[in-house]
């Protein structure tokens, strides 16, 4: 069973950077994608940014030109650099991971880390 633990999350003022961690358990190539999502109360959970096995991204419009995603292969883990943040962005960021095999399809979810920016 593949585990994702994430890391770094906090309170900071708006202008400021968090940057989040998520350590899998296995190599990071096993997955057809590696992402980060978030979620608020009442409101379902959101693609934030991801990255492909072959390192092709994509972000959330509202995260564009803010947030960047990167990982480090050999430690088999996935980084959120959060720039520029704004008290929408206060969230519980998850990471995910996921992979076809087989022709079934595996999602893997990290148990969240709480982001709070402060006006």
């Known amino acids: 069973q593949v585990q994702l633990v994430e890391s770094g999350g906090g309170l900071v003022q708006a202008g400021g950077s968090l940057r989040l961690s998520c350590a899998a358990s296995?190599?990071?190539?096993?997955?057809?994608?590696m992402g980060w999502y978030r979620q608020v109360p009442g409101k379902q959970r959101e693609l934030v940014a991801s990255?492909?096995?072959?390192?092709?991204?994509n972000y959330a419009d509202s995260v564009k030109g803010r947030f960047t995603i990167s990982r480090d292969i050999p430690k088999n883990t996935v980084f959120l650099q959060m720039n520029s943040l704004k008290p929408e962005d206060t969230a519980v960021y998850y990471c995910?991971?996921?992979?076809?095999?087989?022709?079934?399809?595996?999602?893997?979810w990290g148990q969240g880390t709480q982001a709070t920016v402060s006006s």
């Open positions: 990255m492909t096995s072959t390192g092709f991204t």
């Open positions: 995910n991971a996921d992979k076809t095999v087989g022709g079934g399809r595996y999602v893997y």
């Open positions: 296995a190599s990071i190539f096993r997955f057809d994608a």
